[in-house]
């Protein structure tokens, strides 16, 4: 028997199943430390768990066949995981791989080795021959695969071998083209010239949407065939505006928003959801479309948070649309909702030689607007970890700030979409005229808020931290304050008392974008009068309720 370790001071001690005495071993094992003992290999495994021991002694022929079993439950796990994993010498030979390395197509399995020779088979290297190294290849059918190679070293020595992990990142990067289509359509369908429009009249507007819409839904969903239908409010019925690929025996066919007998698009203009149909042949919802249809998406066109039409795309494969396509295809509907309203293309317009001027177009898209900050940032919580994605999805979100702005130059009076400057829309009697503090550290947060409630006749102010907004509450008198619950500075906490110190009757509601109360802000409020709390990312919809409720007159209490 070897030396005992001088710091073995917790020992466990396996006692052998052959009835063999182990007295004699565990007297000699407690000069070193304290000794305690299993019965079983079972009973040792439970001991570990619930305690440290810094040295195990048991039958070699059990401590043996428990390391086998735990190499076999690792290559198990291993070849369960969705990622590649392989071992290589420096020569680039493996020596070990799991399952989904087997798997990869040979190009990628034949160039990442060649790679890794390369980069590690000199032997003279120097020190960055340690240096973990990232790899990004492309197969000819247009795959790709991400892979980070990890030279591996014993003590003091040079790196000998290296792991090699790779992740399929195809339908990432798909994903990211389809972004790209949206980012560029939505710019595209609500930019004019303001020199170009003055000079057509409403049928010319509506041929060049229709020639942008055709080419941007193509580039988007990679589908020819599709309508857009507008919703009559008069007949409850839905016209078609736009249509590529369908006959016309189907363009004849009446359908209104309902969820009978009107097919799929009068279900989603109803209900205001989304539809897929994986294969129209099974679903009775379906009415005729474009020949040899097998499956179609169907969203709605949403404006002020009502549905004013259909998005419909229809295929001729089955389950040609998954849950992507419909999620981009939303935030693609409320482009094409903008980009009509803001051309006067309503169905009456459609039919008769006489329209109506809409209202302020600045005014009249804030609120869609905002309902496309809300949706794109959704999707940017649901891909966490995609990098590249979340940075187009917030290529949108900066891009509304750009739309109002590019709207603002084409309405000016001396020429754009109206001609002249219209008419400011009617005010909320009960919003009307209150002024109302904005406080959040995000600009685009304040700049919606503040163009929602403008809309609606409020007078709005707006302030980046709690330290600013103090300062305005102590200098002006607010009929409503909406604050951020964490910013730089004061805490919103913070503020609600600075507006209960000095303005007693002044309703406040709390912002938040966390699931948790960092400064417990609402828990140290609502006892003291806290109006509301709005979770971002909130629809319009929920804002203004709120936002009317807070500044209501309380009814009088019963004696």
Not at 60 to 65: I, V
Not at 266 to 276: E, H, K, L, M, P
Not at 298 to 314: K, M, S
Not at 350 to 373: F, K, M, S
């Amino acid at each position: 028997m070897g030396a005992i370790p001088a710091v073995a001071e917790k020992i466990l001690v396996i006692l052998p199943t052959s009835g063999e005495p182990a007295g004699s071993l565990v007297d000699l094992l407690s000069q070193a430390g304290t000794v305690r003992t299993a019965p079983d290999f079972p009973s040792a495994i439970e001991e570990l768990r619930s305690g440290q021991y810094d040295l195990v002694v048991g039958p070699a022929q059990q401590l043996l066949e428990a390391r086998q079993a735990a190499t076999v439950h690792l290559a198990t796990v291993l070849d369960a995981i969705d990622q590649g994993v392989c071992m290589l010498d420096l020569q680039g030979c493996p020596s070990w791989s799991n399952a989904s390395y087997n798997g990869l197509p040979e190009q990628v399995r034949t160039r990442i080795q060649q790679l890794c020779s390369e980069a590690f088979g000199d032997s003279s290297a120097d020190s960055e021959q340690s240096r973990a190294r990232s790899i990004s290849l492309t197969t000819e059918d247009e795959r790709y695969f991400d892979a980070t190679v990890t030279p591996l070293a014993r003590e003091a020595q040079m790196p000998d071998r290296m792991v090699v992990v790779v992740t399929e990142s195809t339908r990432a990067r798909r994903l990211q083209r389809k972004m790209d289509a949206i980012d560029n359509a939505g710019r595209e369908l609500v930019r004019f010239d303001a020199e170009q429009m003055q000079k057509l009249n409403i049928r010319q507007r509506l041929d060049l949407l229709e020639r942008k819409i055709l080419r941007y839904t193509r580039e988007l969903l990679n589908f020819d065939n599709f309508a857009i239908r507008l919703l009559n409010k008069e007949t409850n019925k839905l016209e078609i505006v736009l249509c590529a690929g369908l006959p016309p025996e189907a363009q004849q066919i009446d359908i209104y928003a309902s969820t009978e007998n009107s097919g799929i698009s009068g279900y989603v203009a109803a209900t205001g959801r989304s539809y897929i149909c994986p294969d129209v042949r099974n679903d009775p919802r379906y009415l005729r479309g474009i020949q040899e249809a097998r499956s179609s998406l169907t969203v709605p066109l949403y404006l002020h948070d009502q549905v004013i039409g259909t998005f419909n795309i229809e295929a001729r494969s089955v389950a040609a649309f998954t849950e992507d396509d419909r999620q981009f295809a939303e935030i693609f509907g409320r482009y094409i909702a903008i980009s009509l309203h803001m051309l006067e293309v309503l169905v009456v317009e459609r039919h008769t030689t006489t329209g109506r001027l809409a209202d302020n177009v600045l005014n009249e898209i804030a609120t869609p607007l905002a309902d496309i900050l809300c949706d794109a940032s959704t999707l940017m919580e649901d891909y966490i970890g995609h990098d590249d994605l979340r940075h187009r999805l917030q290529a949108i979100i900066d891009n509304v700030a750009k739309i109002k702005e590019s709207v603002k130059q084409v309405t000016k009076p001396d020429g754009g979409i109206l001609g002249a400057r219209p008419k400011q829309p009617a005010a909320d009697p009960l919003l009307s005229g209150k002024r109302v503090l904005v406080i959040d550290d995000e600009q685009i947060i304040r700049d919606t808020v503040r163009d929602v409630l403008a809309k609606f006749g409020c007078a709005v102010d707006t302030a980046r931290d709690g330290d600013e907004a103090t300062a305005m509450i102590s200098q002006h008198s607010f009929d409503l304050v909406l604050t951020d619950i964490r910013m730089p500075g004061k805490t919103g906490y913070e503020v609600f008392r600075a507006v209960r110190d000095v303005h007693p009757d002044c309703p406040v509601i709390f912002m938040t974008g966390f699931g948790y109360d960092p400064s417990h802000s609402i828990i140290r409020a609502e006892p003291e009068g806290l109006s509301a709390v709005l979770f971002k990312p909130f629809k319009v919809d929920e804002l203004l309720k709120e936002v009317r409720a807070a500044v209501a007159e309380p009814e009088p209490k019963q004696s």
